[in-house]
C-alpha cells in the first residue's frame, strides 16, 4: 500500500476532468460541482476517509444533533417588499423643477394619497408617460 502522502499528491496532479472521474469512482455519482479545487477536496477527504476511517459514531449522532438544530429561514425577510425595497421608506426623487415623494407601503407605493402596485404606475402617474419605475425613483444602479 502506497503512503497516504503520495496518493494525496497524485489527486493534486490531476487536472478536474480526472479528478470528476476518481469523484464518480470514490462516491458512486457525480460531483455537484466542476470546480478544481473543490473536487480535489472531496477526493482528498474520502481516500483518507477509506484509509483511516471516518467519524466516529459518536461524532456522527452529534453532528447530526447540532444539524436538527439549525433554522433556515423559510421566507424574505418581512421588513422588505417584493423589489427589495423597505417598507416604510420614503423615495425622493427631482423631477422638472419638483421634489416628488414616494412612499413604500405593504401593498405598494404611495404617490400622492394614491397607491400603485409597482414603480412603474408610481413614475407614470407622476410624470404622465411610461417609465421604468425602478429606473425613475431609484435612478441606475
Given at each position: ?7 494525496l ?14 469523484y ?14 473543490w ?31 439549525i433554522?433556515i429561514?423559510t421566507?424574505p ?6 423589489d ?22 405593504d ?12 414603480l ?16 425613475f ?5
Amino acid at each position: 500500500m502506497r503512503p497516504i502522502t503520495d496518493e494525496l499528491a497524485a489527486l493534486r496532479d490531476l487536472d478536474a476532468h480526472a479528478l470528476m472521474v476518481r469523484y464518480i469512482e470514490l462516491h458512486g455519482r457525480r460531483p455537484r460541482s466542476t470546480h478544481r479545487e473543490w473536487l480535489f477536496r472531496k477526493c482528498a477527504w474520502k481516500v483518507q476517509e477509506n484509509r483511516f476511517g471516518g467519524l466516529s459514531v459518536t461524532a456522527k449522532a452529534r453532528l447530526e444533533a447540532l444539524v436538527a438544530e439549525i433554522e433556515i429561514p423559510t421566507a424574505p425577510p418581512t421588513n422588505e417588499n417584493a423589489d427589495g425595497i423597505t417598507i416604510g421608506s420614503e423615495l425622493v426623487r427631482e423631477w422638472r423643477g419638483q421634489t416628488l415623494r414616494l412612499a413604500v407601503r405593504d401593498e405598494g407605493y404611495e404617490f400622492n394619497g394614491k397607491v400603485y402596485r409597482s414603480l412603474s404606475g408610481a413614475a407614470k402617474a407622476a410624470t404622465g408617460s411610461h417609465w421604468n419605475g425602478p429606473m425613475f425613483w431609484q435612478g441606475p444602479r
